[in-house]
Structure formats: structure tokens, C-alpha cells
């Protein structure tokens, strides 16, 4: 498995927003090619100084993937006084792409940020639940948040015969003709990432 995302511990500083609950924090990352099954979201965040149910959530470029409810914990406003929130994600597919990751505040919040990248936040879904992502209003605080994942695809040596590097990329199947193929993302299909004798058979699609 492997993780994407900010999956150090942040401690750069801290930052609170008090605008109350409804509003979407994420930050963005890059999926790379072949995909990957999500089995795991984790972001470093908190409840400034109260505790209330918000929702871990997973976005693609706007539309919302996944999402799952936990409570926030009552944190204080200090660098390092949040803790990791961490949810098992149900195998949940994501191709190649841009993958927004963050929360949805039933609260007030306060988290510490990463060191590079962004955050932002929208009020788009105030007064309801998580949704699909606006503009947002972007700001230099990134949030502490990965997701961890089995790579999808067959694996390419992008090394040397000596010094191999296994690199995940997209398998295709034609659903069409030989005269006119139609290329389209395999699915139910497995290669052998591991050795003759010892197999591991991994799903490319």
C-alpha cells in the first residue's frame, strides 16, 4: 500500500477559522497513473475548543467521492494540538487525477498546517452536508491529509535490469474491433507484482 498526500505530522503553525458549521476545507493532490483502491482518509485536524460531527471527505476535481461522519475532538489552538482524524474509506477506486482531500466542519475548526501547499474553504454547503467543490477561497495553510491505497495497473520497469523500479500504469483492453479498437480501462484483471515463486496477484484496471 502506499500513501498520497501530506502524511507527515504538520507543525508549521496553526490556524483556526471560526465561521461555524457547514463549511469544506480540503486540500489538493495528484493520483498517479493506473489509479489506486482508497482504503484508508486521515486528516489532521480538530474542534477549536469544541467538540461536534463532521464528515472526513474525499473529492475528485469537484465531485464528492466519498465521505464518512466522525467527531471532531475539542483541541487547542496551539501548533501540535490537533490529533489525526482517521476513517477506513470502503475500497474506493480513484483513476489518475487531481484528489481533493478534507472535511466537512459541523463546527468551528482548528488544525495545524503543512509547511508547502494550500487549503481551501467554501461555504457552498452551509445549512446541509458535504457536496461537490466550488472556487473555494485558497489560503498557504495546507491541511495534514492522505489517504492510503493499493496502486492499480501493470507494473513497469522504469530502472535498469539491475536496479529495477516498478512503476504503476494504466492497463487497457480493446472492446472493440481489430479494424476499430476501442481502448477502454480494463477491469477484473490482475498481473503478478511479486516473483514466479512467490505471487502477488494485484488488480491492473
Do not use: K
Not at 96 to 116: D, I, K, P, Q, R
Not at 138 to 157: C, F, K, Q
Not at 184 to 194: C, E, L, Q, R, S
Amino acid at each position: 500500500m502506499t500513501n498520497l498526500g501530506n502524511s507527515t505530522t504538520p507543525s508549521s503553525g496553526y490556524v483556526f477559522d471560526d465561521f461555524g458549521s457547514g463549511y469544506q476545507y480540503w486540500t489538493p493532490f495528484t493520483m498517479p497513473a493506473g489509479g489506486g483502491v482508497v482504503t484508508d482518509l486521515y486528516v489532521y485536524i480538530g474542534g477549536d475548543g469544541v467538540s461536534f460531527t463532521g464528515d472526513l471527505c474525499i473529492w475528485g476535481s469537484t465531485a464528492l467521492l466519498w465521505s464518512g461522519s466522525i467527531t471532531f475532538p475539542s483541541d487547542g489552538r496551539s501548533t501540535g494540538g490537533q490529533g489525526w482524524l482517521h476513517l477506513t474509506v470502503p475500497s474506493l477506486y480513484i483513476p489518475a487525477g487531481t484528489v481533493n482531500l478534507g472535511v466537512w466542519a459541523g463546527g468551528n475548526v482548528v488544525w495545524t498546517y503543512e509547511s508547502s501547499g494550500n487549503v481551501y474553504r467554501s461555504n457552498a454547503s452551509v445549512g446541509g452536508s458535504p457536496t461537490t467543490l466550488g472556487s473555494g477561497t485558497s489560503a498557504s495553510n495546507a491541511l495534514g491529509a492522505y489517504i492510503v491505497y493499493t496502486p492499480w495497473g501493470a507494473y513497469i520497469n522504469t530502472g535498469t535490469y539491475a536496479s529495477p523500479t516498478w512503476t504503476a500504469g494504466p492497463v487497457y483492453v480493446n472492446t472493440g474491433t481489430y479494424a476499430s479498437p476501442v481502448l477502454t480501462a480494463a477491469a477484473g484483471v490482475y498481473v503478478n507484482t511479486g516473483t514466479y515463486a512467490s505471487p502477488i496477484w494485484t488488480p491492473a484496471g
